[in-house]
């Protein structure tokens, strides 16, 4: 027997073919349960950001940077500290995403570490961003996560921009992605790719935007129920959610602030403040578990994002499982 031929031999005795899929083996070979498919499952690991020496960077004109003002450094880490503690409160393990390296450090807005990457069932997809005053952020986000073992699935690449702010899992059979500006047809195909060759059942939803993402416009609050403000969607992508997948919807004024991190079904986080009252009211009329963190000038109106932006859940239960 040629001694290829009993390599063969070997391997079909004692280490059959592989017919398991990766996703269903994160846990043993990768330590963890990376990854999720759901919005609303049991919060249990998310990335943010403490602002560091790139705040320094801003300088006049400061709508160049997007901000309104020279921001208070030491106000946005106590924020910052505010927002982690009221994670682990909550039973999350809360991952730092390492710091900017360098004299000239500028990527100003990393605290919103929604955006550079977002999860899947088995690890993290890193995306592209498409302006420059924030590309490069996807470089931290890969290598923090790659330091504590979440495997990374891909990186969007060539003429793709995918921003993790525009890419929504609406339940654990349909992904929602945004498009404009923040990403374009090519990020899109790049990430139903991805989500396919793990699942091709998935049902990829792809819907024009009229902002830049899809979280301020639509907000998971529990399995089956979504706050949604109808001006930013496109009115068949509101009634196929409605009427196709049967959802419980929420229905916001203008000036009701919706902007929430669930931690479980029917349990969010969101920013306090006298603006974002009559939002957390509305939640809370419907029977949502509204924890409130003050981090004011971490969010809108004082900068630019949410606390959706601010928080990259890593891991998250089935929402089976929850």
Not at 13 to 39: Q, S
Not at 198 to 203: H, L, T, W
Not at 207 to 213: D, E, K, N, Q, V
Request: hydrophobic share 35%.
């Amino acid at each position: 027997m040629s001694e290829d031929r009993a390599m063969l031999e070997i391997y079909k005795r004692y280490h059959p073919p592989l017919n398991t899929r990766f996703e269903h083996e994160v846990k043993e070979y990768w330590g963890k349960p990376w990854g999720l498919d759901t919005e609303v499952g049991t919060l249990r690991t998310v990335m943010l950001h403490k602002p560091s020496n790139e705040i320094h960077a801003i300088q006049p004109p400061y709508e160049r940077w997007r901000y309104n003002e020279k921001p208070d450094l030491q106000e946005m880490q106590r924020d910052h500290d505010n927002l982690a503690e009221a994670f682990k409160q909550e039973h999350v393990e809360v991952i730092e995403r390492m710091p900017e390296t360098g004299e000239n450090a500028r990527l100003v807005k990393s605290i919103y570490t929604r955006d550079p990457s977002f999860a899947i069932p088995g690890g993290v997809i890193i995306g592209r961003l498409y302006d420059s005053l924030r590309r490069g952020e996807e470089a931290y986000a890969l290598q923090t996560l790659a330091a504590i073992g979440c495997p990374i699935i891909r990186t969007v690449n060539g003429s793709g921009t995918a921003e993790g702010g525009s890419i929504m899992w609406l339940d654990p059979s349909h992904l929602a992605i945004g498009i404009s500006f923040r990403v374009n047809e090519e990020g899109a195909r790049q990430v139903e790719e991805v989500i396919h060759a793990s699942d091709p059942d998935i049902k990829i939803l792809k819907t024009p935007l009229t902002g830049g993402h899809i979280d301020p416009y639509i907000c998971m609050v529990d399995k089956r129920t979504i706050s949604i403000d109808r001006r930013g969607i496109e009115p068949p992508f509101f009634e196929y959610l409605k009427k196709s997948l049967r959802y419980k919807i929420i229905e916001r004024k203008q000036d009701d602030y919706v902007a929430a991190v669930a931690l479980k079904p029917g349990r969010v986080m969101m920013a306090s403040g006298e603006d974002k009252k009559s939002g957390i009211r509305l939640l809370e009329s419907e029977g949502i578990d509204v924890i409130q963190v003050s981090i004011d000038s971490l969010v809108g109106p004082r900068n630019s994002g949410s606390i959706h932006c601010l928080t990259m859940p890593i891991i998250r239960d089935s929402e089976t499982g929850t």
